[in-house]
């Protein structure tokens, strides 16, 4: 039996991203409480990263702990995938030794190459198309802080990235519309937003993608692997800044989230980023509350393959 994936949000269905996320919510109360249930115990987790990390990494290896699990982390440089392995290779073995494998890859096709020929769960820890992972964290933080998102209107001002491609698949899934302002030539990937169909509106203008909005979100203009174009696109995005005026047109109570990493001063002003809608830091917290959930839910469905 193959192993269930979590590669973007489409691979678990909207009831099981529901109840994931109230998971996440019970699981974050009991770590405040210090709880100690640690179904994970004598599980291993290998974490293979292409890119840096600051959330991902830490957020991945505190959650494994906390469960009762360890993790090894590997870089390709201390691998052989840099000296030629296969990616199919490195999946057979590795899958072999350990109950799940975390990914961040600079190609989204590398996970999906490793994910057919391995035996346990593949998480996508941020590829070029896809960030689920963080799109866990943002909707728990929406839901703690406003109810539910279904029905609710969110703005995504800045680049068709990989983050806004896990908004787009987010608005389906959550039952959301998304309306998305870039620049054009920044638009996200057509095939994306078509998959999401009327949850999705795309604009060039940022005014119009804000009006109204229950919740504003922006990202980096230049994402890892893009710093030769920074000073193109720091041109190119101009006028896409989320800033008071911005949030101004949106709805009196809308929040502003970021994945982080964030660059004060081009995609968000720092009164806003710092001000009293913005709810960043929980969006990271909740990195880690959200992915125990997925962590559970992904190694029990192994576990109930299995029997
Ligand atoms: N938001 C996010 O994924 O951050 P890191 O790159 O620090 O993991
Ligand atoms: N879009 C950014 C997200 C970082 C978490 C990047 O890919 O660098």
Not at 153 to 171: F, K, L, R
Not at 207 to 232: C, F, H, N, P, Y
Not at 283 to 298: G, V
Request: hydrophobic share 40%; with cysteine; charged share 25%.
């Amino acid at each position: 039996m193959n192993p269930r994936h979590f590669l973007t949000l489409f691979d678990l269905a909207p009831e099981d991203l529901q109840r994931l996320l109230a998971r996440a919510i019970e699981l974050k109360t009991r770590f405040q409480y210090g709880g100690s249930r640690m179904p994970l115990a004598g599980q291993t987790m290998a974490m293979i990263f292409e890119k840096s990390s600051t959330r991902t990494r830490v957020s991945f290896e505190a959650g494994m702990a906390q469960l009762g699990g360890s993790s090894v982390f590997l870089s390709p440089r201390d691998t052989h995938l840099d000296r030629g392995e296969p990616v199919e290779d490195t999946a057979r073995v590795l899958s072999r030794m350990v109950e799940v494998i975390v990914i961040r890859a600079n190609q989204h096709t590398m996970v999906e190459r490793f994910a057919a020929h391995s035996r346990v769960p593949v998480i996508n820890a941020l590829t070029d198309l896809h960030h689920p992972c963080q799109l866990l964290a943002d909707i728990q933080t929406y839901i703690e802080h406003r109810g539910e998102i279904a029905g609710r209107a969110a703005a995504w001002i800045g680049d068709g990235n990989n983050v806004c491609h896990s908004w787009i698949q987010a608005a389906r899934q959550f039952g959301f519309k998304l309306r998305i302002a870039t620049p054009k030539g920044y638009e996200p990937n057509a095939a994306i937003v078509q998959a999401s169909g009327t949850h999705v509106t795309l604009a060039t203008d940022p005014a119009e993608a804000a009006r109204d909005a229950d919740l504003v979100v922006t990202d980096t203009w230049a994402s890892m692997g893009q710093e030769a174009e920074k000073t193109e696109r720091l041109k190119a995005f101009e006028g896409f800044q989320v800033n008071p005026a911005l949030m101004r047109l949106a709805r009196r109570d809308a929040l502003f989230m970021h994945c982080l990493p964030a660059y004060r001063g081009q995609e968000v002003a720092a009164e806003v980023i710092d001000g009293p809608q913005s709810v960043v830091w929980d969006e990271a917290e909740n990195r880690l509350h959200a992915q125990k959930a997925l962590l559970e839910f992904l190694l029990a469905e192994k576990q109930n393959r299995q029997d």
